[in-house]
């Protein structure tokens, strides 16, 4: 049946890898750059931030990180976190 193929895990999430974090992070700046740079025009719409992040979780998921909002989230203020200085 269908929910054969969804294994079972643990709730935690498998931690993430440099190669994960890289992309979420090249992701969040792109997206970041694209809808601060687009449309023209005075100061230009500012986007809902669960917008915003609806579309670097679909790239990341393109790009084989298969992770939810939430966990792109947590994870990117955790990275903050770690290299703030």
């Known amino acids: 049946g269908m929910a054969a193929s ?6 935690a999430a498998p931690t993430w890898t440099v190669e994960e974090s890289l992309v979420l992070v ?3 700046c792109a997206v970041e750059s694209e809808w ?5 025009g ?4 500012t986007i809902p931030s669960f ?3 609806q579309q670097i979780v679909d790239n990341c998921n393109v790009l084989e990180v298969n992770r939810n909002l939430n966990q792109c989230k947590r994870q990117w203020t955790a990275l903050q ?3 703030r200085r």
């Open 42 to 45: 005075g100061g230009g719409a």
């Open 36 to 40: 601060r740079g687009g449309g023209g």
């Open 26 to 28: 090249n992701e969040i």
């Open 6 to 11: 969804h294994r079972t895990r643990s709730k």
């Open 81 to 83: 976190n770690k290299y």
């Open 51 to 53: 917008q915003k992040w």
